[in-house]
C-alpha cells in the first residue's frame, strides 16, 4: 500500500519501493463502500497480491487516446499535475488544463488507500495500462490498483528515498510515539492518525484510562523491530515538537496506525486533515460497536 503481478520485477528495481510497503497500503480498507459491508476487514486479511493483467495492451502516447476509446491499452505520457477533490477523487492530470486535454487517468475515493503517495507521480513520465473509457467526451483510464501505473524515469524524491530504507525502533515511549535509529540518529517519530490515551510523563501526572495498555500494545510490536516510515503528503514533516509525522509499517506490511485503531487502543485523531481520514474512522467505529479496548465501557474520551 501502499503497489508480471503489475511490473513486478520492473517497477521495483527501479523504484527500489519495498513490496511490502505496496502491500500495505492496500491494506487500508475502510471507504465508504465499506462501510456498507456488514464483515469487518483485517489489513492483514487481504490479498497480498492484486489480480493480474489479463490481456495484452496496445501501447499508445496519451494524446492517441481518443483514437482508443473502448480498448485495452498502455498509455504512455508526462504527468503535468495531481488533483485531490474534497470526496477523495485523484485525478492524475497529463496537461494543465484538464478540461482540454485528450486524457486522463482517475483512482476513486474507494481505491485511494492503495497509492499512499500519489503526488509522486507529478512531473513523472508513465505508462497507464487499462479499459479507455469516455467521461463527459474525455477518454480516461480508472485505476483500481497500483499495478496499472508504471514510472518510467524519476525525479529526485524525499517520499521515494525514505520508503527504501528499514529504520530500527529503539524505544517505545507511548502508544502512539516512538524513538527510532535514522541515519545513526535517534529521532522521535509521531504516528500520523492516532491518538492513544497517555501514560504517566513530564507533562501527564498521572496515567489517562487505558494508556498504559496501549503503550503495551505498541510496545509488544515495535520494540526493537524495523520498520518502514512513509509521510502523508497532506501532513507536515515534523510537528510542533519536533517528531517526524509518519504511517509506521512492520516489514510483513502491517500499519501499525491503522492496527491500533482497529485494536480500540487509540483514537481515530484528526488534529489535522490526513490522508485516511475516513478509512481510520471506520476502523474505529468497528472498535467501538465491538467494545474493544477504550471502548469497553469503562470509560469513554471525553
Not at 496496445?58 to 481518443?66: K, M
Not at 485511494?112 to 483510464?141: C, D, M, N, W
Not at 471506520?282 to 467494545?291: G, P, R, S, V
Request: hydrophobic share 35%; with cysteine; glycine share 6%.
Amino acid at each position: 500500500m501502499l503497489f508480471d503481478v503489475y511490473y513486478m520485477k520492473d517497477f521495483f528495481e527501479k523504484n527500489k519501493v519495498p513490496i511490502t510497503i505496496i502491500v500495505a497500503a492496500s491494506l487500508i480498507a475502510g471507504s465508504i463502500w465499506l462501510s456498507k459491508r456488514s464483515a469487518s476487514i483485517r489489513p492483514q486479511q487481504l490479498p497480498k497480491t492484486a489480480k493480474p493483467l489479463q490481456q495484452a495492451a496496445t501501447r499508445i502516447d496519451y494524446a492517441e487516446a481518443p483514437n482508443h476509446i473502448g480498448e485495452y491499452a498502455c498509455v504512455s505520457g508526462k504527468i503535468d499535475h495531481v488533483y485531490t477533490s474534497r470526496k477523495g477523487t485523484i485525478f492524475l492530470n497529463f496537461c494543465p488544463d484538464y478540461k482540454t486535454c485528450p486524457f486522463g487517468a482517475v483512482i476513486f475515493g474507494s481505491d485511494a488507500h492503495k497509492f499512499p503517495s500519489p503526488k509522486q507521480y507529478e512531473g513523472e513520465s508513465v505508462e497507464i495500462t487499462g479499459l479507455i473509457r469516455s467521461y463527459q467526451g474525455r477518454p480516461e483510464i480508472i485505476l483500481n490498483y497500483p499495478g496499472q501505473i508504471k514510472i518510467l524515469s524519476h525525479k529526485p524524491s524525499s517520499i521515494r528515498k525514505e520508503t527504501t530504507a528499514l529504520y530500527c525502533v529503539v524505544e517505545v515511549i507511548d502508544g502512539d510515539t516512538i524513538k527510532v535509529d535514522i541515519g545513526g540518529k535517534i529521532e522521535a517519530v509521531r504516528m500520523v492518525g492516532v491518538d492513544t490515551p497517555e501514560i504517566a510523563g513530564p507533562r501527564n501526572p498521572q496515567d489517562d484510562y487505558f494508556g498504559p495498555e496501549a503503550a503495551q500494545y505498541t510496545k509488544q510490536l515495535l520494540e526493537n523491530q524495523s520498520v518502514y516510515l512513509i509521510p502523508d503528503p497532506m501532513q507536515s514533516n515534523r510537528d510542533k515538537y519536533n517528531r517526524f509525522l509518519r504511517y509506521v509499517f512492520l516489514e510483513d506490511g502491517t500499519l501499525v496506525n491503522a492496527k491500533l485503531i482497529e485494536e480500540g487502543y487509540a483514537y481515530n485523531y484528526i488534529y489535522e486533515p490526513f490522508q485516511f481520514m475516513k478509512q481510520f474512522d471506520y476502523f474505529e467505529k468497528q472498535a467501538k460497536e465491538k467494545q474493544l479496548g477504550i471502548w469497553s465501557g469503562k470509560k469513554t474520551k471525553n
